[in-house]
């Protein structure tokens, strides 16, 4: 897709093979510099979520999201992973999973999993819930 929006800045008489590997390079580095932007950003709200601070008087939705960010961070890292690229980065399962470098089924997997053991803790049911094992 990228060479195909670019391809007014290929050269003629070029290497073809050699442009359409720097853009895959260039978008593997990009990739890479982001989530580990967002890997040290996560750190660093994991390490201390109340840090935070609003203004304001708390509202009925700032509680439940905070509820909801506390669950969140009692999944594991895996299943957390999973949920928050298909539900809130609005991934498709194809390309979450070669983001996660597994397959579409196991990520499937993670996501079911995740839903079911955050539905669980937001019940208040989280003591009936085995971890088990990935796939």
């Not at 800045?9 to 359409?20: P, S, Y």
């Not at 040290?40 to 840090?51: C, K």
Request: hydrophobic share 40%; proline share 4%; with cysteine.
């Amino acid at each position: 897709m990228r060479a195909l929006s670019k391809a007014e800045q290929f050269e003629a008489g070029t290497n073809l093979k050699a442009w359409l590997f720097c853009i895959l390079r260039n978008f593997f580095l990009e990739q890479t510099r982001r989530r580990n932007r967002e890997q040290e950003v996560l750190s660093d709200y994991a390490a201390s979520p109340d840090r935070v601070t609003h203004s304001g008087p708390v509202t009925q939705e700032r509680a439940a999201i905070r509820e909801l960010d506390h669950f969140l961070w009692r999944l594991s890292p895996l299943l957390r992973e999973a949920l928050v690229l298909i539900g809130a980065q609005e991934m498709t399962y194809e390309d979450a999973a070669l983001v996660c470098g597994v397959t579409v089924g196991t990520m499937k997997t993670r996501v079911s999993r995740a839903r079911a053991h955050l539905q669980a803790l937001l019940e208040g049911t989280e003591g009936g819930l085995e971890p088990s094992a990935e796939p």
